[in-house]
């Protein structure tokens, strides 16, 4: 699409979208009765009530986000005003190159003009803690806040792979020989990742685990910027990539690939990414966290009504954010994904969601997930029971593990924040705050399952892996 319309179709959208959007605003004015998860109730003008005990120690706060679906959460409490609203009006949201710019901006914190904190894929809150990412191997204690969303990634494939039957389950598929064959004319498939050991890695390294394909050594993995990615397909370096919507979607409306799965359907209702924030930021400003975490509970109960989706979709594609012509973000943001090779999926269960997953809370940090993260990051070897602590043993290093996730996963500030929201006008219910902090076995495509309070038997039952268990 030429720059020129790109820029007419923008405008145009944004001319109708914006009336959609101020329609809806207005409608929360008017005082509409409050309808949990149901219709819109944005407001700019609503204030709440702030007493002592709940007014932010600051107002300001810098919030560093990836220009994916993960970080509507942040882009909508800022633009709807929801932050201002619960009395943090100057939310500063600062957009990141990369992964490795967000790691380097959170280690050096907002008083070097890096950031508080912000959006992470998994588990880089704890690896940032424990300085097994960071420079010089400092360790900077964050602290996990809330989950931002679940679903909304996929791996897209490239085109010269159509017809190949390269889908969901490799196995059936019988992808095998295709892998083998591309090795032993030492061009093997190249499958890339915007930054290593954390969710995108997890979710290309599980899908070719599950169906027969040793991740180490039966394919090449590599991590590519996400600007890059879609010329490297083009140029067909690359024959898949793990990432965000609207990447996937993006590629495959070029006609540069098609989408061989959407991580919804490998593990449906999956972790995603987080908010996390220094720790030292947290402690100092106890109550502006909280305000932080009932805006961003209010934007994600709002992105959670497919209403909104569209005026969502104007919102995000702005230039000073996704920069991207909305049309590219309301179908996936509304579930629709052209598969290529005639497939489509026209599903809202399979988007991305903020709020209700099926599942539980998604913006509840429930204590399992981290523990999954840490359990598959030791399934690869990208940390051992040594990195985690001193011990040698799996038993030892789950129960480190367990330590390290109870130090950073701050689940008590999330449910500490709903609670007072509740008190102080929020637009769910009660019944929205989970009772436990796991959300109990998960299972995945292939059948695999894993129980929280046996992480080893889920290593025992993989097939391949890298430890030996
Ligand atoms: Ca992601």
Not at 56 to 83: D, Q, R
Not at 181 to 196: D, E, V
Not at 273 to 293: F, G
Not at 313 to 342: C, H, S, V, W
């Amino acid at each position: 699409m030429s720059e020129f319309f790109n820029q007419i179709s923008r405008r145009r959208f944004l001319a109708t979208t914006g009336a959609a959007a101020s329609a809806v605003l207005l409608k929360g004015c008017l005082g509409n009765p409050p309808e949990p998860g149901g219709a819109a109730q944005a407001s700019l003008v609503e204030g709440i009530k702030l007493t002592p005990e709940t007014t932010p120690e600051t107002t300001s706060v810098n919030l560093g986000y990836i220009p994916i679906v993960e970080a509507a959460p942040l882009i909508i409490a800022k633009e709807l005003g929801f932050f201002k609203r619960w009395g943090m009006p100057n939310v500063k949201l600062s957009k990141q190159a990369s992964w490795g710019s967000m790691r380097d901006n959170t280690e050096i914190g907002s008083a070097g003009g890096g950031v508080d904190g912000g959006q992470y894929q998994m588990p880089m809150p704890h690896l940032i803690t424990e300085g097994l990412i960071t420079k010089n191997n400092q360790k900077i204690p964050m602290y996990l806040l809330a989950q931002l969303n679940t679903q909304g990634n996929g791996i897209a494939i490239a085109s010269k792979h159509q017809g190949k039957n390269i889908g969901l389950d490799l196995a059936k598929g019988n992808s095998k020989g295709i892998f083998d064959q591309l090795k032993s004319n030492k061009t093997p498939f190249t499958a890339a990742f915007t930054f290593a050991k954390v969710n995108q890695e997890f979710w290309i390294r599980y899908w070719l685990a599950a169906g027969g394909i040793n991740p180490d050594t039966d394919v090449k993995l590599i991590p590519v910027p996400a600007a890059q990615t879609v010329a490297n397909m083009r140029t067909e370096t690359m024959d898949a990539f793990s990432t965000g919507d609207p990447w996937p979607a993006l590629i495959a409306r070029e006609k540069i690939g098609y989408l061989a799965m959407l991580t919804g359907q490998m593990w449906k209702a999956h972790p995603e990414e987080y908010l996390a924030l220094r720790a030292d930021w947290v402690d100092k400003h106890p109550k502006a966290t909280k305000a932080l975490l009932k805006a961003v509970m209010e934007a994600q109960v709002w992105l959670d009504n497919f209403a909104n989706r569209d005026a969502a979709a104007a919102i995000l594609g702005r230039r000073n954010y996704f920069n991207l012509t909305p049309t590219f973000l309301r179908d996936a943001l509304q579930g629709k994904y052209d598969m290529g090779e005639g497939q489509k999926i026209d599903d809202k269960s399979m988007a991305v969601l903020y709020w209700k997953d099926g599942r539980g809370n998604v913006s509840y940090p429930y204590k399992s997930h981290d523990l999954w993260f840490i359990t598959e990051s030791l399934r690869w070897g990208f940390l051992t029971p040594e990195t985690l602590g001193a011990s040698k043993t799996l038993p030892e290093a789950f129960t480190y593990a367990k330590q390290l996730i109870d130090k950073v996963n701050r689940e008590d500030i999330w449910k500490q924040a709903a609670q007072e929201a509740l008190a102080q006008g929020a637009t769910f219910t009660a019944a929205d705050i989970p009772a436990s902090t796991s959300r109990g076995v998960e299972t995945f495509f292939d059948g695999v399952s894993f129980d929280p309070e046996n992480p080893t038997a889920y290593l025992q039952s993989l097939k391949i892996k890298k430890i030996a268990v």
